[in-house]
């Protein structure tokens, strides 16, 4: 099923236009083609027919090399009436966060407590465990630091760990160009297409119904029992990571009110936060920022982002050299991730960890 270049489309009736990232139809199904004329196609790949959108540019002309599409199951309706309701209510709580607490004064210093402990476990969960672990390989963990590393990454409610995976490795695997699950320029780069762009990258590809194929991206994870199994004990840990703020605050302060404002702090201003804090790295740290590495996308780094999202903001560095366990090289360059990675290294919990070298950074350099 190709790739094909269309003279037009009701998505974006720009000429010529070609697909950035949404892949139709699944493995090994048929297609599910929607797109209008077709004037030219590009090349075949196995997985799927990748849907019209956005204008031809120099940068992300459809590279031969990474043509190789694959797609997976689909997400039904339900499935993303749920995702909607996992995002909608926590980014409402974090709009609302500032008048409850100024207002009403309704919280309190056991709520701040959980809202940080649990931002700080779950961001790193995501940041060191599910990316710079599971998706790149920068070091080796011993097992228990594995599991514990998949189970923090889960309490961000942000997937299970192997769809997590899958998804991040495509999106490398393309970056910025045709099969990238969420890039900011999928509609073209002028500023309402960026604008309609940002939106995708950051919250609308969630909603997609086609999945990663997790056979064609995470075949080490499907191999590892401790993998699958965590990851099909993701609806538990979600529950857990809903549950664990109230039932603090509801034993700390004996009382109701001491459990809702610690699950209005601890769980959803929490999720809020996490999520559009890591989806920013793939709206905003692919629009703008510094690049003084040449990477062959669009990353930036974004120096504003780097204390929130534990340095996962240095992303031009990151996509210039995936397998780094440090994403901020430069001088002045905050990571806790990696800071705390070196403490797992002193304290003997993870080995081969791909620390930045000065001559692979030179040599990546941009001109
Ligand atoms: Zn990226
Ligand atoms: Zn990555």
């Not at 031969?64 to 599409?69: A, E, G, I, K």
Request: charged share 15%; with cysteine; glycine share 8%.
């Amino acid at each position: 099923m190709p790739i094909r270049v269309h003279s037009e489309s009701h998505v974006a009736p720009v000429v010529p236009t070609v697909a950035l990232s949404r892949p139709v139809g699944g493995s090994g199904t048929s297609s599910g083609e929607t797109s209008s004329s077709e004037t030219d196609a590009v090349a075949s790949p196995p997985g799927g027919v990748m849907e019209v959108v956005g204008p031809v540019e120099p940068w992300n002309r459809p590279d031969p090399d990474r043509l190789v599409v694959h797609t997976g199951q689909r997400q039904a309706l339900w499935e993303r009436l749920v995702l909607g309701v996992f995002i909608a209510m926590p980014f409402l709580a974090l709009v609302c966060a500032l008048p409850v607490a100024w207002v009403f004064g309704w919280v309190s210093w056991l709520d701040i407590a959980l809202a940080v402990g649990m931002y700080v476990v779950c961001m790193h969960g995501v940041t060191i465990g599910y990316h710079r672990c599971f998706t790149h390989g920068s070091f080796k963990p011993s097992r228990p630091l594995k599991i514990a590393l998949a189970i923090a990454g889960s309490l961000a409610i942000e997937g299970a760990v192997n769809t997590w995976v899958g998804d991040h490795r495509k999106h490398h695997k393309f970056s910025d160009k045709a099969g990238d699950p969420h890039s900011p320029w999928r509609y073209g780069n002028t500023v309402p297409a960026l604008a309609k762009g940002l939106v995708y990258a950051h919250v609308g590809w969630l909603f997609e119904p086609e999945q990663s194929d997790k056979s064609a991206y995470i075949p080490d994870l499907l191999r590892d029992k401790d993998m699958v199994r965590i990851s099909r004990s993701f609806p538990a840990l979600l529950m857990a990571s809903l549950l664990l703020p109230p039932l603090v605050g509801a034993l700390m302060t004996r009382s109701w009110t001491g459990a809702a404002t610690a699950f209005f702090w601890g769980t959803l201003v929490r999720l809020g936060l996490v999520h559009h804090v890591t989806w920013s790295i793939n709206s905003i740290c692919h629009a703008i920022g510094e690049r003084p590495f040449a990477s062959r996308d669009r990353a930036g780094n974004v120096a504003w982002l780097a204390v929130l999202s534990m340095g996962e903001s240095w992303h031009n560095l990151h996509h210039a050299d995936p397998t780094c366990a440090r994403h901020g090289v430069l001088p002045g360059q905050l990571d806790s991730s990696a800071r705390i990675i070196r403490w797992f290294e002193q304290l003997g919990w993870v080995r081969d960890v791909r620390w930045p070298q000065p001559a692979r950074l030179a040599a990546k350099r941009a001109p």
